[in-house]
């Protein structure tokens, strides 16, 4: 394969602290390159200095025969270097024809419109990784999976040689990522070079023919994909062995501190039953679409249910609000914690104590001495690693923001805590910190409902398992069903409905 960018001895640092050391990277043409490593150990801050956003304290640079010490992000597009960041940054209210072409238009600097150039150029890139697409329609009415290719066909329309690709399948379904998967490998047989960064290792051994490890802002090193495997990979990016440990409940107490007796509501989910006792870790599972967050949501009183009964502790309760759903002792870590679980400019013990502003502030002013006691507290419960509690929370890595949002809801001393992909986007790391804490939770007493469609994640974490499908409860497991041979099958197959679906009476069996 042909070197289309060599990056030689990359260096950058953040107020003394050392984000890249000597990084050393070849990309080829006509070659998925998988970067991989734990949130914050450089990936990022790489794909930035490659792309112009960055300047490099010291290395070069080379591509197309020509050695820069560092690219304007205008220099790194004219070399043919794009980056499809995870937020796609699409404008929502423009249609797919104009997300695609417009920035090509701008590059070359046009300045009057031609409508039937715009559809034009939309089309040649559609037919080119072979999606058909209405390029009327406005890309907020579309899917995030079309939103990705509409992305990608951004790129491709500028010429791209190498494409970044950062997260890419966060927010899609096992169909769509698939989907992906194999648009990707059609790019590579056209020359184009990607550089693929997930943390999700099966994606990475589906499509690398090479992987670079980062760690600490490290280089560990390059191999070729064949010569690794996930406990391999997960070692080499960590440092450690990385086991996780199945939960067991070992609480007593039987009593149900939440019920839900067919709770309804038409179009997202129907007559869905379920009683969750005290250190319970009930998964709640099915692919994206299933109701699952539906339901979430409605249980902290953001989507209210037209028929059913919620009880907490035995009584008829009604969740109308988030504030009600607080005072029941229900507590909700959201799907997007961008969005909906921070407030990403602040700082983090701003952070963790909001949830709690009430009781810490006095005729409107915030007691500084009770918030950075509580924002301590839990930082150091969580193994939040910080500086110190005034950091803002945007500048943390992707498993060090979920430990926040997880802090601000502990400090309220939730009775249910309901986890929505508590760690979609998150690396192996993080992730088996997280599983610790959330096993410790439900030790103490305090009920989880943890939602993902990782059946592995489901298999390691939950001691009983609710399988969505369209709306409906297809399928309850208990502890002792999980224990089976073929339990991890019988899940994916449920989800997927390669068998026959289930009633509602006999689910709630």
């Known amino acids: ?113 031609d409508w039937k150039q715009v559809k034009s150029i939309a089309k040649e890139q559609l037919d080119k990784i072979g999606v058909q697409m209405d390029l009327d329609k406005t890309v907020g009415e579309t899917s995030m999976a079309n939103r990705q290719m509409v992305a990608i066909c951004r790129a491709l329309a500028q010429d791209a040689k190498i494409l970044f690709m950062d997260e890419p399948t966060t927010a899609l379904t096992k169909t769509e990522v698939g989907h992906l998967m194999k648009i990707m490998l059609e790019l590579k047989k056209q020359g184009l070079a990607i550089v693929f960064i997930s943390h999700k290792l099966d994606e990475v051994f589906t499509v690398a023919d090479k992987i670079t490890i980062f760690r600490n802002g490290n280089k560990i090193g390059d191999f070729e994909s064949k010569d690794l495997n996930e ?76 028929s059913g009964v919620i009880k907490v502790e035995g009584r008829v309760t009604d969740i109308s609000s988030p504030m009600a759903a607080k005072k029941c002792g229900i507590a909700l870590l959201p799907e997007d914690r961008f969005n909906q679980g921070l407030f990403i400019e602040r700082k983090i013990k701003e952070n963790i104590s909001s949830a709690l502003i009430n009781s810490i502030c006095k005729k409107g002013i915030v007691n500084k001495k009770k918030e950075n006691e509580i924002a301590h507290k839990y930082v150091d419960e969580l193994k939040v690693r910080t500086p110190s509690v005034d950091t803002v929370v945007g500048t943390l890595s992707g498993g060090n923001q979920q430990k926040v949002v997880i802090g601000k809801w502990i ?7 309901i986890m929505d992909t508590p760690t979609v986007g998150i690396d192996v790391g993080s992730k088996s910190e997280i599983y610790e804490q959330i096993h410790k939770f439900a030790d103490s007493g305090m009920a989880i409902i943890f939602i993902s469609d990782e059946i592995q994640e489901i298999m390691a974490n939950c001691n009983r398992v609710f399988i969505l499908r369209n709306g409906q409860c297809v399928k309850k497991l208990e502890e002792e069903d999980l224990g089976q041979n073929g339990a991890e099958k019988m899940i994916a197959d449920l989800i997927s409905s390669r068998v026959p679906e289930v009633s509602a009476e006999e689910a709630a069996q």
Do not use: W
Not at 9 to 24: E, W
């Open 1 to 113: 394969m042909d070197p289309i960018l060599c990056a030689s001895h990359i260096c950058k640092s953040f107020i003394g602290v050392r984000a890249l050391n000597n990084i050393d990277i070849t990309i080829n043409a006509g070659e998925i390159h998988c970067l991989v490593g734990e949130n914050g150990c450089g990936k990022s801050t790489f794909v930035k200095c490659i792309s112009g956003v960055y300047e490099p304290d010291e290395g070069s640079i080379e591509i197309n025969g020509r050695v820069y010490q560092s690219l304007t992000p205008v220099e790194a597009m004219k070399n043919g270097i794009q980056v499809i960041y995870q937020d796609l940054s699409l404008f929502q209210h423009m249609t797919v024809a104009e997300n695609i072409a417009i920035s090509k238009l701008k590059f070359e600097g046009n300045r009057i419109i």
């Open 231 to 306: 406990k391999s990979l997960s070692y080499y990016m960590t440092g450690r062995e990385i086991e996780y440990q199945r939960y067991h409940r070992v609480c007593k107490d039987n009593d149900p501190i939440l019920e839900i007796d067919n709770l309804t509501r038409t179009g997202q989910y129907e007559n869905v039953s379920m009683s969750v006792r005290p250190g319970d870790i009930i998964g709640l599972t099915g692919l994206l679409g299933s109701g699952r967050t539906e339901l979430a949501m409605s249980l902290f009183g953001l989507n209210p249910p037209k």
């Open 411 to 417: 400090a309220t001393k939730p009775k249910v805590f």
